[in-house]
Antibody
Framework: QITLKESGPTLVKPTQTLTLTCSFSGFSLSTIEVGVGWIRQPPGKALEWLALIYWDDDKRYSPSLKSRLTIAKDTSKSQVVLTMTNMDPVDTATYYC???????????WGQGTTVTVSS | DIQMTQSPSSLSASVGDSVTITCRASQTIGIYLNWYQHKTGKAPKLLICAASSLQSGVPSRFSGGGSGTHFTLTISSLQPEDFATYYCQQSYSAYSFGQGTKLEIK
């Protein structure tokens, strides 16, 4: 059974750095063609892809957020960590992590974690 | 950046109807195109990957097509549980989503 779960702070202040952890089970990030991605959805808005990391440590970032994002994996702990610097109220959103399959779709998702940016 | 544009942005239909949602890419992406269904308060669900490959467990009334820059998602014989927001996503160069199509009951 494949599961993913996001964890991190629910409230951050403007200019702070957000660190989110995706803890997963039922698959390994050392398996060829597997990856984990991060996606967010601001209230009332569309899904926005943020970053991903593949089994071979290949990393990709949203061009518009690349300067603020870092993604890393800890295969032994079955975790992927996303950091986003210089948080702003517009970054208020539900943040999801998801597994990436060989066909490059995201087939299993976490439940999402809501992050509010406010002073 | 590859921009994904969906049309229409919203759509009203009745149970039993057939609907088609279109997704256009700003540059050619081959068949690196996925479709998701998203209901409020739930995680998105992958319906189709690689433009036309139906995910296991997804009803056959869902179908996808297209290649290059033009893609479609068709839902035939709409069921009550199909009313949701649908997103396309390209996976050719990093990832990006379309703006979504909200499918509502008429």
């Amino acid at each position: 059974q494949i599961t993913l779960k996001e964890s991190g702070p629910t409230l951050v202040k403007p200019t702070q750095t957000l660190t989110l952890t995706c803890s997963f089970s039922g698959f390994s990030l050392s398996t060829i063609e597997v990856g984990v991605g991060w996606i967010r959805q601001p209230p009332g808005k569309a899904l926005e892809w943020l970053a991903l990391i593949y089994w071979d440590d290949d990393k990709r970032y949203s061009p518009s957020l690349k300067s603020r994002l870092t993604i890393a994996k800890d295969t032994s702990k079955s975790q992927v960590v996303l950091t986003m610097t210089n948080m702003d109220p517009v970054d208020t959103a539900t943040y999801y992590c998801a597994r990436i399959t060989a066909c490059l779709g995201m087939d299993f998702w976490g439940q999402g974690t809501t992050v509010t940016v406010s002073s | 950046d590859i921009q994904m544009t969906q049309s229409p942005s919203s759509l009203s239909a009745s149970v039993g109807d057939s609907v088609t949602i279109t997704c256009r890419a700003s540059q050619t992406i081959g068949i690196y195109l996925n479709w998701y269904q998203h209901k409020t308060g739930k995680a998105p669900k992958l319906l189709i990957c690689a433009a036309s490959s139906l995910q296991s467990g997804v009803p056959s009334r869902f179908s996808g097509g297209g290649s290059g820059t033009h893609f479609t998602l068709t839902i035939s014989s709409l069921q009550p549980e199909d009313f949701a927001t649908y997103y396309c996503q390209q996976s050719y160069s990093a990832y990006s989503f379309g703006q979504g199509t909200k499918l509502e009951i008429k």
